[in-house]
């Protein structure tokens, strides 16, 4: 992709009928995309599959590229939402209990739809602006789960650090499960393992993994 193709929608939607319409483009991207893949989802198919001229999609995006930068900060926005939810409900649970809910949580968006989440994340262009959004995404995370962590007084000397670890490793080692496996293991086994590795990370007594 050229350094000087643009990358960002080309308009904001203001009113209801106008985020509707990006919604709708945004959904068929989505469905395009899984379908055909990446290179033959193009901007014709998913103006079609959203119902939309061509014209009316230009008008809020320039090019594929810019509908797959939007596509994924809406997927990992998503994502934010979820896990920020869990976080704040988390108080009554162990800490052992917060990471298995934890790592279901991210392994659970990764297997929704792992095609597209293949295409956003390996196989599209990765212009700054999707790098910037993933960043923002863990350091959300990251410090949401920092402060739980603080709250818990557990005898680690550096929450963030360990937060900022605990959040890069479950999402890679999740991305990898989900779109290639680890040694034949199911999705149940595979919680059950990382759980393992993050509870022992932090110190924390060794989960009941039933």
Same mark, same amino acid.
């Given at each position: 992709?050229?350094?000087?193709?643009?990358?960002?929608?080309?308009? +904001?939607?203001?009113?209801?009928?106008?985020?509707?319409?990006?919604?709708?483009?945004?959904?068929?991207?989505?469905?395009?995309?899984?379908?055909?893949?990446?290179?033959?989802?193009?901007?014709?198919?998913?103006?079609? +599959?959203?119902?939309?001229?061509?014209?009316?999609?230009?008008?809020?995006?320039?090019?594929?590229?810019?509908?797959?930068?939007?596509?994924?900060?809406?997927?990992?926005?998503?994502?934010?939402?979820?896990?920020?939810?869990?976080?704040?409900?988390?108080?009554?649970?162990?800490?052992?209990?917060?990471l298995r809910r934890f790592v279901e949580t991210v392994?659970?968006?990764?297997?929704?739809?792992?095609?597209?989440?293949?295409?956003?994340?390996?196989?599209?262009?990765?212009?700054?602006?999707?790098?910037?959004?993933?960043?923002?995404?863990?350091?959300?995370?990251?410090?949401?789960?920092?402060?739980?962590?603080?709250?818990?007084?557990?005898?680690?000397?550096?929450?963030?650090?360990?937060?900022?670890?605990?959040?890069?490793?479950?999402?890679?080692?999740?991305?990898?499960?989900?779109?290639?496996?680890?040694?034949?293991?199911?999705?149940?086994?595979?919680?059950?393992?990382?759980?393992?590795?993050l509870a022992r990370y932090l110190g924390a007594r060794r989960p009941s993994l039933g």
């Amino acid at each position: 992709m050229s350094p000087s193709r643009p990358t960002s929608a080309r308009k +904001r939607p203001s009113q209801a009928r106008s985020q509707v319409t990006v919604e709708a483009i945004l959904d068929a991207a989505a469905q395009v995309f899984e379908a055909r893949g990446y290179a033959a989802g193009t901007t014709n198919r998913i103006a079609a +599959r959203a119902g939309v001229s061509i014209g009316s999609l230009y008008e809020y995006f320039p090019n594929k590229d810019a509908i797959v930068v939007a596509l994924a900060e809406r997927e990992l926005e998503r994502e934010r939402e979820e896990i920020l939810e869990l976080l704040q409900g988390s108080a009554r649970d162990s800490l052992a209990g917060l990471l298995r809910r934890f790592v279901e949580t991210v392994v659970g968006f990764h297997t929704r739809s792992p095609a597209l989440h293949r295409i956003l994340f390996e196989e599209a262009q990765h212009p700054p602006e999707t790098h910037a959004c993933v960043l923002r995404f863990e350091e959300t995370l990251a410090h949401a789960l920092a402060d739980d962590l603080r709250r818990r007084r557990l005898r680690i000397p550096d929450a963030d650090l360990a937060a900022h670890l605990i959040v890069q490793t479950t999402e890679s080692l999740a991305h990898r499960f989900v779109l290639r496996g680890i040694h034949e293991l199911d999705q149940v086994a595979f919680v059950d393992e990382v759980t393992r590795l993050l509870a022992r990370y932090l110190g924390a007594r060794r989960p009941s993994l039933g």
